[in-house]
């Protein structure tokens, strides 16, 4: 990637904000830190940016004190992939997963030497669905304190490689999932914090907050339609605009909205796109649950699409959302000591 095409699309952006907007940027897509040099020399063309705040999703191999230097000097925000504690459960990471396993962790060290903002995010299959919960007490041991248990949705290489085959069925991930949310709420309350105050994994930290507080937060992906196109754009290497990542030409082609040198921000977000459409009120199943809010519809929008071709098709884990909503709220109640719920 160019630098001069990052720092162009940055001002772009910068220079279309209000006074009181901010601006995230997220370097992601194949592998970000191969992109290193061109990524560390547009940071120090930009300069210090107090709107801005950086983040980076890296499989976490090509980290070095250097990338760290940058990491720290524009205070980055970084996720590694790490599906697995267990060696032999990151063979869809690396062919090398015992080197793997243990570069990310090392990796993980340097950041709480540093002081510096960092999470895990593991894609939820069959291969390591039976070590999330030991998983997290590994996180717990290493001090690790902000991970994504992500659903695995059988798209683009996923789709490319057969791992549709590795979803999970709903009752096993119901169980193992909520086994989870009790063990991180234990732990929380136990240290003497509100539930998901120390430790938390966004997604039940989401659902949990948007259930009992109705915080519905900017998070994309539990939000219809998902604000790609509306709140957030893609911009390729060549300066094509998309709405968002799972948009590009690698999954399907005509997504494109235009081109970060040629057409203006309005233009950009103004302009009309599949994504947008997704509509809650358009899908039966939806339309008639109580836990719509909650959820959103189940998860990413364009996923479904690509799916089944239909922006407003129903969630394959929509049973999975309602179950563990439902054992959120029963939980909850048996923590209260309450028998009967009321709704007045």
């Given at each position: 990637m160019?630098?001069?095409?990052?720092?162009?699309?940055?001002?772009?952006?910068?220079?279309?904000?209000?006074?009181?907007?901010?601006?995230?940027v997220?370097?992601?897509?194949?592998?970000?830190?191969?992109?290193?040099?061109?990524?560390?020399?547009?940071?120090?063309?930009l300069?210090?940016?107090p709107?801005?705040?950086?983040?980076?999703?890296?499989?976490?191999?090509?980290?070095?004190?250097?990338?760290?230097?940058?990491?720290?000097?524009?205070?980055?925000?970084?996720?590694?992939s790490?599906?697995?504690?267990?060696?032999?459960?990151?063979?869809?990471?690396?062919?090398?997963?015992?080197?793997?396993?243990?570069?990310?962790?090392?990796?993980?060290?340097?950041?709480?030497?540093?002081?510096?903002?960092?999470?895990?995010?593991?894609?939820?299959?069959?291969?390591?669905?039976?070590?999330?919960?030991?998983?997290?007490?590994?996180?717990?041991?290493?001090?690790?304190?902000?991970f994504?248990?992500?659903?695995?949705?059988?798209?683009?290489?996923?789709?490319?490689?057969?791992?549709?085959?590795?979803?999970?069925?709903?009752?096993?991930?119901?169980?193992?999932m909520?086994?989870?949310?009790?063990?991180?709420?234990?732990?929380?309350i136990?240290q003497?914090?509100?539930?998901?105050?120390?430790?938390?994994?966004?997604?039940?930290?989401?659902?949990?907050r948007?259930?009992f507080?109705?915080?519905?937060?900017?998070?994309?992906?539990?939000?219809?339609?998902?604000?790609?196109?509306?709140?957030?754009?893609?911009?390729?290497?060549?300066?094509?605009?998309?709405?968002?990542?799972?948009?590009?030409?690698?999954?399907?082609?005509?997504?494109?909205?235009g081109?970060?040198?040629?057409?203006?921000?309005?233009y950009?977000?103004?302009?009309?796109?599949l994504?947008?459409?997704?509509?809650?009120?358009?899908?039966?199943?939806?339309?008639?649950?109580?836990?719509?809010?909650?959820?959103?519809?189940?998860?990413?929008?364009?996923?479904?699409y690509?799916?089944?071709?239909?922006?407003?098709?129903?969630?394959?884990?929509?049973?999975?959302?309602?179950?563990?909503l439902?054992?959120?709220?029963?939980?909850?109640?048996?923590?209260?000591?309450?028998?009967?719920?009321?709704?007045f």
């Open positions: 160019n630098e001069d095409l990052i720092v162009y699309s940055i001002r772009k952006c910068v220079d279309y904000l209000t006074d009181e907007s901010e601006l995230t997220l370097f992601q897509g194949g592998e970000a830190l191969l992109e290193y040099d061109s990524i560390r020399k547009a940071l120090d063309k300069g210090h940016q709107k801005i705040h950086y983040q980076m999703q890296t499989n976490g191999t090509l980290i070095n004190e250097d990338t760290m230097n940058m990491f720290e000097k524009y205070n980055m925000h970084v996720s590694f790490l599906d697995s504690h267990m060696e032999s459960h990151n063979n869809l990471r690396s062919k090398k997963s015992d080197i793997f396993l243990q570069k990310i962790f090392n990796v993980c060290e340097m950041f709480q030497e540093r002081n510096l903002d960092y999470g895990i995010i593991s894609v939820v299959c069959k291969n390591n669905m039976d070590d999330l919960r030991s998983m997290f007490q590994e996180f717990i041991k290493r001090g690790i304190h902000t994504a248990y992500n659903l695995l949705w059988p798209i683009g290489r996923a789709k490319s490689e057969g791992l549709n085959e590795l979803v999970v069925p709903t009752t096993q991930l119901v169980d193992t909520f086994d989870v949310y009790k063990d991180i709420y234990k732990f929380n136990e003497g914090y509100a539930p998901f105050k120390k430790i938390h994994e966004r997604n039940l930290f989401m659902l949990w948007r259930l507080y109705r915080q519905l937060t900017n998070y994309m992906c539990m939000n219809a339609p998902c604000g790609a196109g509306i709140n957030t754009l893609t911009v390729d290497t060549d300066g094509q605009v998309f709405p968002c990542a799972l948009m590009l030409p690698p999954l399907e082609d005509g997504f494109q909205i081109n970060i040198y040629t057409d203006s921000m309005s950009l977000l103004q302009k009309d796109s994504v947008k459409h997704r509509n809650l009120a358009q899908i039966p199943q939806c339309a008639s649950c109580s836990y719509k809010a909650a959820c959103a519809g189940g998860g990413c929008g364009i996923a479904y690509h799916l089944k071709k239909d922006i407003n098709a129903v969630s394959i884990y929509c049973d999975y959302y309602y179950e563990i439902s054992a959120m709220i029963e939980h909850a109640m048996l923590q209260m000591e309450v028998r009967i719920l009321k709704n």
